[in-house]
């Protein structure tokens, strides 16, 4: 029986321990482990859709809510629409806690007499896209309407207690991109006919071109809208009347509306400024 004694210390001839050896390949393995995942975010960055709205910009999202207004425009019918709203970009947003964001939103007005409320509301989800998943359910002030257009951005609505719904097309905040500037529309058509025969009789005349505002219709046509603001003036709607035919679709003061052939007129009269609308749908 030997007498040596074992310290448990390999001797400075013997191989290194697999685990010393494994440990040097550590730092290799952390490198390619970190160019596989900037190759894998690469690709996906180029291929894949954005999963989450802080991923799409506003300019992106800008053509959804135009189309979304179509769709509106076309859901409500001709008779029910009463106007478009321009786009309207808010800042100010924080898309997270180091990175300003913007908003967009859109209105489209439409006609609901007093108790038809949800009926409309109910009418307009159900001609909306399927893939919108619309429904109208109880809010706090009534009945809303409430869809999702796709790539992250709302549809809702709700009446505005005048005779009147505001269905608003919304992106949420998110990060601004090129921001949205949208092509000015300058083509007159037979709501700019509409919109000067009102003023006319109104006796507020205006010199300024009227501002107008479009949306893309699914069938490739466009819903448009005239809108003017005019100085003072009487506050009656009796000189609308003979315009109406004595038939309007809305007369609640100072809200008043009618049809022309294929045009909605939507006046809001005060005695010191008066604004009047005129919009062409789209076909049903």
């Known amino acids: 029986m030997s ?3 074992q310290t448990g210390w390999p001797s400075s001839s013997d191989p290194a321990p697999p685990a010393r050896r494994g440990r040097r390949w550590l730092p290799v393995a ?5 160019l596989l995942l900037a190759g894998l975010t690469w690709l996906s960055v180029r291929d894949d859709p954005p999963t989450v709205r802080e991923q799409r910009t506003l300019a992106e999202a800008a053509p959804v809510v135009d189309r979304a207004v179509g769709e509106l425009a076309r859901a409500a019918g001709p008779a029910g629409l009463l106007e478009l709203g321009p786009a309207r970009v808010s800042a100010g947003c924080r898309v997270t806690p180091l990175a300003d964001g913007a908003r ?4 489209v007005g439409v006609l609901a007499s007093a108790g038809t409320e949800r009926t409309v509301l109910t009418g307009i989800a159900d001609r909306l896209p ?3 998943r619309a429904g109208v359910g109880t809010g706090l002030d009534g009945p809303e309407l409430r869809a999702d257009a796709g790539e992250f951005v709302a549809v809702a609505g709700r009446p505005t207690g005048d005779g009147r719904l505001r269905l ?3 992106t949420g905040c998110r990060p601004p991109g090129a921001g949205h500037d949208p092509t000015p529309a300058t083509t007159a058509g037979p709501e700019t006919a509409a919109l000067t025969a009102a003023l006319t009789a109104l ?3 205006t010199a300024d071109a009227p501002d107008l505002v479009t949306a893309p219709c699914p069938d490739g046509t466009l819903a448009r809208t005239a809108r003017s603001a005019a100085g003072p003036g009487p506050a009656e709607t009796g000189a609308l009347a003979a315009l109406a035919g004595g038939a309007p679709l809305l007369d609640n003061p100072p809200v008043y509306a009618y049809r022309t052939g294929d045009v909605t007129v939507l006046a809001e009269l005060g005695p010191d400024a008066a604004r009047v609308a005129a919009t062409l749908g789209c076909p049903g």
Do not use: C, F, S
């Open 3 to 5: 007498g040596a004694v």
């Open 203 to 205: 006796g507020r005349p």
């Open 130 to 132: 399927a893939n919108w």
């Open 104 to 107: 967009l939103r859109r209105e």
């Open 30 to 34: 952390t490198v390619l482990w970190a």
């Open 168 to 170: 608003t097309v919304d």
